[in-house]
């Protein structure tokens, strides 16, 4: 895999898996700074709604003990916002789209992104704030970076990118867009929500890779609504894959919330634990 474009897939997960992810990074490089150095260097970086943020980090160029740094530190942490929302008022949304007889995917989508624009949340200008302060850098790196978000109205997964006309903190705050949770964010007349509705990974936005390592902060037997679920996506993928899925001490970790900011330095913790066990794994994969 020398000679092909690899992807660094970063999935979603709330603020849990943005901490649960910087720490598998971070555990990785602590055990093989080379296989960890090849991850971060990575050829595209692809982010959905938590991975968004880790994927924007990352391309910033800040050290990653300094971004494992800021899980940690309570200062940082006072920007975030408690959605104020279980996860079952979530799941309770998406279960009511899929009781909808006869419709697409993207119609279901679409349901969806209807509900989450009706609901009352904080305005999208103070979740735009939280946003800004979680990405170190506001501008699109010089590398390859896509984010992924869902059009409300159509159900349409969009992939943005330096060349997309958007900018970084926009289609951040898009993919990141929990319905139900967060505005939806509008961007040149349309409104977006989170990229991981539809998909936690999105692997079809690095078709053009010959190679992904991807961590996943949920377990590998997580219930998909789509009946397709997250493990068949990444087996799916034409080039090889890796998937690093949290295990059961970091799912242990992550608490009954991951989108209450109370989780992340425990779930950034477990996650530098799990990358060093996953660190020789990972440096096979990336050496073949």
Not at 71 to 77: D, F, I, R, T, W
Not at 185 to 203: A, L
């Amino acid at each position: 895999m020398t000679d092909v474009n690899r992807a660094l897939v970063l999935a979603g997960g709330g603020l849990a898996g943005i901490a649960w992810e910087t720490g598998v990074l971070l555990g990785i490089c602590d055990e093989s700074p080379d296989a960890g150095q090849k991850l971060l260097a990575a050829d595209v970086l692809l982010g959905t709604s938590a991975g968004s943020a880790v994927a924007a980090q990352v391309g910033s160029g800040v050290p990653l003990e300094e971004l494992f740094a800021r899980q940690l530190s309570e200062e940082h942490g006072a920007h975030e916002i408690h959605p104020g929302v279980s996860i079952d008022a979530i799941t309770d949304l998406f279960l009511d789209a899929m009781l909808t007889q006869g419709a697409t995917k993207a119609q279901k989508l679409a349901k969806i992104g209807c509900v989450a624009a009706e609901t009352d949340t904080v305005p999208e200008a103070v979740r735009r704030t939280v946003i800004e302060h979680r990405l170190p850098a506001h501008e699109w790196p010089q590398r390859a970076l896509r984010v992924t978000a869902i059009d409300i109205a159509t159900g349409e997964l969009v992939v943005f990118d330096a060349a997309s006309g958007v900018g970084l903190v926009d289609a951040v705050a898009a993919s990141c867009a929990v319905p139900g949770v967060w505005p939806p964010v509008t961007i040149g007349g349309r409104r977006f929500m989170d990229g991981g509705v539809g998909s936690t990974v999105n692997m079809s936005a690095v078709q053009d890779c010959g190679a992904a390592v991807v961590l996943v902060p949920s377990g590998a037997n997580s219930p998909s609504p789509w009946g397709t679920g997250t493990v068949a996506e990444i087996e799916g993928f034409p080039g090889a894959t890796l998937a690093v899925f949290a295990d059961d001490e970091s799912l242990a970790a992550f608490g009954a919330n991951p989108l209450d900011p109370a989780c992340r330095a425990p779930a950034a913790q477990a996650g530098r634990a799990q990358g060093r066990r996953e660190a020789r794994k990972v440096a096979e994969f990336l050496s073949v």
